[in-house]
């Protein structure tokens, strides 16, 4: 394949890669049914180091759902790496059996090594604490089809700001479009790190420091939930103290905008509780759907499969 | 007064923070190099009180001296030519450095497969900020070269 690329990180693409990649994950949404052969014969594996359920299965239906077939295994118990195989030998013999393949891997870098040895088209499906860059695709494809585009919005981000991979990589991404304002609430253990903040700075980039939610609910367009952990804390007294601040139930909707919208990369415990599911503002399964879109969409980009039933100049970049 | 004589073709690295001299020995790999290196350890000076110099007899394409700016910027580096200096080098950040800082981050790939080759890549030129190109953990001063 001539120009062979990989996915390891959502900046990996300009933006105007990801506009055209979004644009064809659009279309799949609404034409699905033309879609459904543009894989025939083509294999993704799914080379999954450690478990998750859904990652994988969102990639295996978005090959499935384009007419193609997949392999792979689902825990490194079951691979070649239980016998001592390297990432890059393994990725080696992948690439002569398959056309694409998804890594997940619980050391961070594995599928850029992986990447740089093989043949086919490598997605970091997650690698440790590093990288998630399909869930920030899936992230940004959900707010801008929710919203009708990427800019001029307020975003809040909510729970464990420290910790959590996939609130850095989406501030990350999102520093790339226009008039975004940020609101972090989080305890102040948890704060979003300062080379986040300071990065913020350097951009001009607005953002505040918030620690309870009901103080900023009602000027946020989006709502970034993500689950405070119990072993985060350094006493349970403080965990006790702040845990109900970063759990959205009705009460706290009431003072949210009438379309302000609520993600969470999933899975939640008790972080969004589960009396706001049938609110119409709760994006969280939707943005599931979204994500089998983004990938699909992302299969076809990296097997350079996208003309064929897609509407005239969808693809402009590629 | 310790005396060296002068070198015909090589480098004349000055101004070495005093104690690292061996450290720089060592990662330019003059252990291999079958030259005539002088190691001048604890040498007075106006400017810094004590420093270290490094002599090397080589042929001045031999050596890749990008790890010099990583660990030290102040370092002088005099290039020496039919015994006269030609040049003094200025030291410029390499934009990746392999094989001489070691990620010391547990959660990485290198740290498992041991083969893989130890790439750092400079990420911030103003703050000099070095980070490891597979996981992208900022180097921190003690983990290898710098103390």
């Known amino acids: ?318 | 007064m310790l005396n060296i004589g002068k070198i015909e073709e090589g480098f004349v690295l000055d101004h070495i923070q005093a104690g690292k001299g061996m450290q720089i020995y060592r990662h330019l790999g003059l252990d291999k190099l079958d030259s005539t290196v002088a190691i001048i350890k604890n040498a007075k000076s106006k400017v810094m009180g004590k420093k270290d110099i490094l002599k090397v007899e080589c042929d001045i394409d031999t050596l890749n001296l990008d790890i010099l700016a990583f660990i030290d910027h102040n370092i002088t580096v005099n290039v020496i030519k039919a015994g006269e200096i030609i040049e003094k080098r200025a030291l410029v950040l390499p934009k990746e450095i392999h094989g001489v800082l070691r990620c010391h981050n547990p959660r990485c790939i290198s740290s498992i497969e041991q083969e893989l080759p130890q790439i750092f890549y400079l990420a911030d030129e103003k703050n000099e900020v070095y980070r490891c190109k597979y996981c992208d953990e900022k180097y921190s001063d003690g983990d290898a070269v710098k103390k």
């Open chain 1, 1 to 318: 394949m001539n120009n062979m690329r990989h996915m390891m990180n959502p900046l990996d693409f300009s933006v105007d890669e990801l506009e055209a990649l979004f644009d064809v994950a659009n279309d799949i949404e609404r034409n699905m049914e033309a879609y459904s052969h543009k894989c025939d014969g083509k294999i993704l594996a799914t080379c999954f180091y450690e478990p998750s359920t859904r990652t994988r299965l969102s990639f295996e239906t978005a090959m499935l759902r384009l007419g193609g077939k997949t392999l792979g295994f689902a825990d490194a118990g079951s691979s070649s790496a239980a016998k001592g195989e390297s990432v890059a030998d393994t990725i080696r013999v992948v690439s002569c059996f398959a056309d694409i393949c998804a890594m997940r891997h619980p050391k961070e870098g594995a599928p850029m090594v992986a990447a740089s040895k093989s043949t086919i088209p490598v997605i970091n499906a997650g690698d440790g604490g590093h990288q998630h860059p399909t869930q920030t695709l899936t992230d940004l494809l959900t707010i801008r089809s929710l919203y009708g585009k990427l800019g001029n919005f307020t975003i809040g981000l909510c729970g464990d700001l420290k910790f959590g991979r996939t609130v850095h990589s989406l501030i990350n991404a999102l520093t790339r479009y226009e008039g975004i304002h940020f609101v972090f609430v989080s305890p102040k253990e948890l704060r979003v790190p300062d080379y986040i903040t300071e990065m913020l700075d350097s951009k001009g980039i607005t953002y505040e420091e918030v620690i309870k939610l009901e103080e900023v609910i009602g000027q946020l367009d989006f709502l970034y939930m993500t689950r405070v952990q119990k072993e985060r804390f350094f006493n349970e007294e403080d965990y006790i103290r702040l845990k109900n601040f970063y759990i959205l139930d009705k009460a706290k909707m009431e003072l949210a905008k009438e379309k302000m919208f609520i993600l969470h990369p999933l899975p939640r415990v008790n972080e969004i509780s589960v009396e706001i599911d049938n609110d119409p503002r709760a994006a969280y399964f939707k943005q599931v759907q979204y994500g089998l879109y983004v990938r699909m969409a992302l299969i076809l980009t990296l097997l350079d499969m996208t003309d064929a039933h897609m509407n005239e100049g969808l693809l402009r970049k590629f």
